[in-house]
């Protein structure tokens, strides 16, 4: 019986394909968009929380230079206010589990006959800690190269491929502004940052070394960030407080005179990064949905003018034995089939702009049984709420007024 | 078994329309034994077919009672009363009324849907019938693509694909020739021999002719039974 109904669905589909098709139209798109902009949605939710867990966790970042009233940072991380003595004296803060200082520029690197301009950051061990970042292979610098301001180097992923190919690097001598110095780790790769930027393009050296050999026109002892690893989320408004309170006191800085320096809580901005990209993903979803509404409202449209046009089919039904539930069953299966055809349909194209945009841009995109599950159930429920007035206005029928009906 | 399929005590209906209630059959009195073959006579307007379709269950009397088979029609419910019209009776409509895009074999099986039965006993059983109206060589065609005594034929194979007990035309022959409506004639015939009781509408005195009983309308009323002449014949010689 059910299965004889299926057959009738499909037959009656079969009947007038170019409606057929536009009435699944509205749900292809529908689902479709939904799909898609999930993908994209929460691919950009992922390479958001993929940042977040490279960054590390907890982070503060201290910068040296002010920000003015107005708002906008003048030569924030510039100005060389903070210096090797305040790093030192930041470790000393409670709940305050790593400090790095941090002194950075471009440089131009050779490696025989390639070139490469690249980020140099000169820092300490720490860095490598608070950041959560490993290594590949080779070793990290201790603190006795700090000491002597030896020149080795650890190098990002994008640094390798421009330079070296497919030589290893480890043990081989690049130039840094003409200094040699020797590659004694390979960076694991983080990919990009919160703002876009790639990680991996990166080459980090010794503090001394840098302030010595490579950026030498600063301030003896200089740097020109301070990242501060507070021992738990709890702690950090705590170490934040600290920071400021300890340099303000350390630079002699006046009451109610102007920081020359910047604490900026990481973490929080990576969260509201999430935040923002959860919020605007929720969005494209609710955009979409309106188009799957939209299809829906179609699918009732053309049942309707189904219902009008079949009248006396549904009479002979009737006449010869058709009960109201045979015909309510009838029309709401015609729109179910024709829902779950358009959300198929809707889905490969869904799933195939996902993986055209993520070619195309590179963006990540991440397809998820949840949003597959979704379109899924919102299309047979889209079908069956849609579906119903007409079939039930079809079974609601009187025989023998609809045999009349020409 | 009872011996009336149907018995009609003071059957009224009534259309109601903007001038208000429009009297279509007033008092009709009528009992058909099982196995008859009645034929309903009258001129156009007499309510020949709106009586067909109280019969055939599809549309209610305003008043009146109707007994189909020993029930009585009016305590039937919906379910019921399309059970009645998938397995009691078998209509064969004015108009073929088939379904323009199904195929022969899907129009005859139709009824089979809804009685149940599964795929391959439907067109077993519709086959049959199709051959025995002389159609087997036209199982996948379309109704539009025969003519129209083939397709009266379907449509008295379908009303038959359920082994109905009852039969109920309404002009079956109405837009046929002459040649034509004798052969579907013979087939209600062969089909009464079998014991299925027969009631057609006809405007026509030689198609009647075929049928055991007429029986004339005229403005809604029953105005001449053969049935009663024979009686009033008999119990006046006797
Ligand atoms: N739905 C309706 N509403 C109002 N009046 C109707 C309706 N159907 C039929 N009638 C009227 O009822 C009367 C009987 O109609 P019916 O169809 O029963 O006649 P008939 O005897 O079958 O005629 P014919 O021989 O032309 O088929 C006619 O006067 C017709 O106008
Ligand atoms: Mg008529």
Same mark, same amino acid.
């Given at each position: 019986m059910f299965t004889a109904m299926l057959g009738e669905a499909w037959h009656a589909m079969g009947a007038n394909r170019l409606r057929t098709f536009l009435t699944m139209l509205g749900m292809v798109i529908g689902v479709g968009a939904v799909v898609l902009m999930m993908a994209v949605g929460q691919g950009a939710q992922y390479s958001v929380s993929q940042s977040i867990n490279a960054m590390g966790s907890n982070l503060f970042i201290v910068l040296s230079g002010s920000q003015t009233a107005g708002g906008?940072?003048?030569?924030?991380?510039?100005?060389?206010?903070?210096?090797?003595?305040?790093?030192?004296?930041?470790?000393?803060?409670?709940?305050?589990?790593?400090?790095?200082?941090?002194?950075?520029?471009?440089?131009?690197?050779?490696?025989?006959?390639?070139?490469?301009?690249?980020?140099?950051?000169?820092?300490?061990?720490?860095?490598?800690?608070?950041?959560?970042?490993?290594?590949?292979?080779?070793?990290?610098?201790?603190?006795?190269?700090?000491?002597?301001?030896?020149?080795?180097?650890?190098?990002?992923?994008?640094?390798?491929?421009?330079?070296?190919?497919?030589?290893?690097?480890?043990?081989?001598?690049?130039?840094?502004k003409q200094n040699p110095f020797v590659v004694m780790g390979v960076l694991e790769s983080k990919g990009q940052s919160l703002d876009g930027r790639d990680q991996d393009d990166t080459i980090i050296v010794p503090l001394t070394t840098a302030q010595r050999k490579l950026f030498g026109g600063q301030t003896p002892g200089s740097v020109r960030q301070v990242i501060v690893q507070a021992d738990s989320d709890k702690m950090m408004p705590i170490v934040e407080d600290g920071l400021n309170s300890l340099l303000r006191q350390r630079h002699n800085m006046r009451?109610?005179?102007?920081?020359?320096?910047?604490?900026?809580?990481?973490?929080?901005?990576?969260?509201?990064?999430?935040?923002?990209?959860?919020?605007?993903?929720?969005?494209?979803?609710?955009?979409?949905?309106?188009?799957?509404?939209?299809?829906?409202?179609?699918?009732m449209n053309i049942m309707l003018v189904s219902v009008t046009e079949r009248t006396r089919e549904i009479g002979i039904r009737m006449a010869i034995g058709a009960r109201e539930r045979d015909i309510l069953l009838q029309f709401l299966l015609?729109?179910?089939?024709?829902?779950?055809?358009?959300?198929l349909i809707g889905l490969f194209i869904g799933v195939g702009g996902a993986v055209l945009v993520n070619v195309l841009t590179d963006a990540a995109v991440v397809i998820s049984g949840q949003s597959v599950v979704l379109a899924f159930s919102v299309a047979a429920t889209v079908g069956v709420f849609f579906g119903f007035y007409p079939a039930r206005k079809a079974a609601r029928l009187n025989p023998i007024e609809a045999l009349r009906y020409q | 078994?009872?011996?009336?399929?149907?018995?009609?005590?003071?059957?009224?209906?009534?259309?109601?329309?903007?001038?208000?209630?429009?009297?279509?059959?007033?008092?009709?009195?009528?009992?058909?034994?099982?196995?008859?073959?009645?034929?309903?006579?009258?001129?156009?307007?007499?309510?020949?077919?709106?009586?067909?379709?109280?019969?055939?269950?599809?549309d209610k009397p305003s008043n009146g009672e109707y007994t189909l088979d020993g029930h009585k029609v009016?305590? #039937? =419910?919906? %379910?019921?009363?399309?059970?009645?019209?998938?397995?009691?009776?078998?209509? +064969?409509?004015? @108009?073929?009324? &088939?379904?323009?895009?199904?195929?022969?074999?899907?129009?005859?099986?139709?009824?089979?849907?809804?009685?149940? #039965? =599964?795929? %391959?006993?439907?067109?077993?059983?519709?086959?049959?019938?199709?051959?025995? +109206?002389?159609? @087997?060589?036209? &199982?996948?065609?379309?109704?539009?693509?025969?003519?129209?005594?083939?397709?009266?034929?379907?449509?008295?194979?379908r009303a038959l694909v359920n082994q109905p007990r009852l039969i109920l035309a309404d002009e079956p022959t109405g837009n046929l020739d002459s040649i034509t409506s004798e052969e579907?004639?013979?087939?209600?015939?062969?089909?009464?021999?079998?014991?299925?009781?027969?009631?057609?509408?006809?405007?026509e005195p030689d198609i009647a002719e075929h049928a055991r009983r007429q029986v004339r309308f005229l403005d809604g009323r029953i105005v001449e039974d053969s049935l009663s002449q024979n009686r009033k014949m008999i119990e006046e010689t006797v």
């Open positions: 906008a940072r003048t030569g924030g991380g510039n100005a060389s206010t903070l210096n090797v003595k305040d790093a030192d004296a930041i470790t000393e803060l409670d709940g305050v589990k790593g400090v790095a200082p941090l002194t950075m520029g471009n440089a131009q690197i050779v490696y025989g006959a390639n070139n490469w301009s690249t980020s140099i950051i000169g820092t300490t061990p720490a860095y490598l800690e608070v950041r959560s970042w490993n290594l590949t292979d080779g070793y990290a610098f201790s603190d006795s190269d700090i000491r002597s301001a030896t020149r080795v180097a650890l190098i990002g992923k994008t640094v390798i491929q421009n330079i070296f190919g497919d030589v290893d690097p480890i043990g081989k001598t690049i130039r840094i009451e109610g005179a102007e920081s020359d320096f910047t604490v900026r809580n990481l973490t929080a901005l990576a969260n509201s990064a999430a935040e923002t990209t959860r919020t605007m993903s929720m969005l494209l979803g609710a955009i979409a949905s309106v188009s799957l509404l939209v299809g829906g409202i179609g699918i015609e729109a179910i089939v024709i829902s779950i055809v358009g959300c | 078994m009872a011996k009336n399929v149907i018995f009609i005590k003071d059957l009224y209906k009534h259309y109601e329309t903007a001038a208000g209630p429009f009297p279509v059959l007033k008092q009709v009195n009528l009992s058909i034994d099982s196995g008859d073959f009645v034929a309903i006579m009258g001129p156009s307007g007499s309510g020949k077919s709106t009586f067909m379709n109280i019969l055939g269950c599809l009016s305590q #039937l =419910d919906d %379910a019921a009363l399309a059970k009645v019209r998938n397995q009691t009776i078998g209509f +064969v409509f004015q @108009g073929f009324n &088939l379904l323009a895009r199904s195929s022969l074999l899907d129009n005859v099986a139709l009824p089979l849907v809804y009685a149940g #039965l =599964d795929r %391959a006993e439907r067109h077993a059983r519709a086959k049959i019938l199709l051959e025995k +109206v002389g159609l @087997g060589k036209y &199982l996948n065609s379309r109704p539009n693509q025969i003519s129209g005594g083939q397709q009266q034929r379907v449509a008295i194979a579907i004639m013979g087939l209600f015939e062969e089909l009464n021999q079998d014991g299925i009781t027969i009631v057609l509408v006809t405007h």
